[in-house]
Structures are given as structure tokens and as C-alpha cells.
């Protein structure tokens, strides 16, 4: 299972302790991640093995887009900053779309997550 995880920059270290408390539920439901570059190698310093993508701004977030149209992703954690801007807001925009458009799990702030992590990584 495949579980992409991006986070803006205000809200990177919401994503760390966020993984931080699943991390031993993710590594037995035997879970690959894969992120935005930065957000990846936050993600990294933090000791997860995670596919780092490019950078949101630079296509990131597209990328990450690409993959649930083609149903690679079991679920999308996006932590959006609500009170930034953001140079590449069609991209944010674009990527949830498409997560609407092909019906796949999107978490947008830690309770959601939580609520899907726990469903996902149930034993
Ligand atoms: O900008 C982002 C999401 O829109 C995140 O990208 P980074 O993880 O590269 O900072």
C-alpha cells in the first residue's frame, strides 16, 4: 500500500510528529511513502524511508496527482497551510480535484489522518 504525504511549510512539523506516532503501525501494515520533496526529507531526518518527489512548487503536488488518477495511492495526507499563500495554489487545487474526481481518501489536518491511518493500518 502507498500512501502519499505532503505537507506546507508551515505545517511540516505537524507531518513529522503526526507519522511519529504511527510509525510502527505503518512499518506492519507494510506501508511505502511517498512525498513532496521537501516534506520528504523532513519525513527522512525524522528516520521513515519515503520516495521523495519534487518540490510542491515545482511540480510535487502534480506528480502526486498523476499517481492517484492512476490509482497507485491507497490514501492522500495533504496538511495545507490555511493561513499562507501559495505560488502554485492550481497545483493544491488540482491535486484534491482529482483526488475527488477518482474517489481517493484525502486527510487534510491530523484528526482526519488519524481517523484513516487508524483505518488503514488496523491488524
Ligand atoms: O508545496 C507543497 C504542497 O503544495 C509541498 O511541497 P514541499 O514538500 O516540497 O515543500
Redesign the pocket.
Known sequence: MKIAL????GKKADMVHFLSGFRERLHQADVDLV??????SHIEKAGFEVIKLL???FG??AQIAAMAAQKELAMVVFFRDPLDK?P?EP??QMLMRICDVHNIPLATNPASAELMFKAFTQT
Open positions: 505532503i505537507a506546507h511549510d512525498a513532496t520533496g521537501t516534506t520528504g518540490s510542491g512548487p510535487g503536488d501559495h502554485h497545483d493544491v
